[in-house]
């Protein structure tokens, strides 16, 4: 009885996680188009072909937009979660890196963006990471601060969650810290660019990862089987922010290697990552205790 009820329960899982939600509608970051992506009008390319819900990667990005996944009303805790999903910045593994943390964000409360940037490694591009990238991340947290009323989100709660190559944006934009623009036309780009804390999943070129005093605080998680800049070098990028004086918390989950993001396939402890996310949050003070 125990082993269906099991197996039912993974089921479910499944069905939540890998057949969820529609994709909501894509929110362009910028009205008239990006700047840098001047003439590029090519359609984004998902895979495999069919629905974009099964996709598990996208390519040719020039209008970087977002995917906006919102609580419910009697659910929202007013924290925000700008999503930056992985994929060597050659395409965005937006299936278990986007879709599915969007989902299971806003399911618990917490509002969740999923961004589509631009890809710079990509071939035939000519985006840079600190560039169009970085610019993208930037814009979709000033957005989301702009629109925070109308999300009913908390401007000070507003936080960035990289995976791997959306990791180095995360941390460009918390080492960045960019305000407000004060003189810009755009009332967007008055907003500040500098999130309330971040989450770094396996972020890549940890080696460029120097806090200071003023960075966010930071959730750091990867697996021991990950390549050693990851697997070791997020150790000592938890002792950096802690040399600083800056709350972190670090969770190295074995026998996991790279890219487990958010699926059904995923095993506790590893799986358990969103909920210890949750409680860190909490825990940090942004928004309601989970």
Request: net charge neutral.
């Amino acid at each position: 009885m125990l082993k269906q009820f099991l197996v039912l329960l993974a089921a479910l899982c499944f069905i939540s996680i890998s057949h969820g939600a529609d994709v909501p509608r894509a929110i362009p970051l910028w009205a008239n188009g990006a700047p840098g992506s001047e003439g590029k009008t090519g359609a984004e390319v998902g895979k495999p072909e069919g629905p974009e819900r099964n996709y598990t990667n996208l390519t040719n990005v020039h209008n970087p937009s977002i995917l906006a996944y919102l609580p419910a009303a009697d659910k929202a805790t007013g924290v925000a979660v700008i999503v930056l999903p992985g994929g060597g910045h050659r395409n965005l593994a937006i299936s278990h890196e986007g879709y599915n943390v969007g989902e299971w964000l806003a399911e618990h409360g917490m509002a969740a963006f999923v961004v589509k940037y631009r890809l710079a490694r990509e071939p035939g591009s000519t985006y840079k990471i600190d560039v169009e990238a970085l610019a993208d991340t930037q814009r979709a947290i000033r957005m989301v601060r702009y629109r925070a009323k109308e999300w009913n989100v908390n401007p000070d709660a507003i936080g960035v969650m990289g995976f791997s190559a959306g990791g180095e944006l995360a941390y460009m934009a918390s080492m960045r810290m960019d305000g407000g623009i004060e003189k810009s036309a755009d009332p967007i780009d008055q907003q500040s660019a500098k999130p309330n804390f971040q989450a770094l999943i396996y972020p890549g070129t940890s080696g460029k990862i120097v806090p200071t005093k003023d960075s966010p605080p930071v959730f750091l998680a990867c697996g021991n089987l990950d390549r050693p800049d990851i697997s070791q070098g997020l150790a000592e990028v938890y002792l950096r922010f802690k040399a600083v004086g800056v709350p972190a918390e670090l969770h190295i989950y074995a026998k996991v290697g790279h890219g487990f993001g958010l699926t059904s396939k995923l095993k506790p402890p590893a799986s358990e990552w969103p909920v210890q996310f949750q409680q860190w949050v909490g825990n940090m003070g942004f928004g309601k205790t989970p």
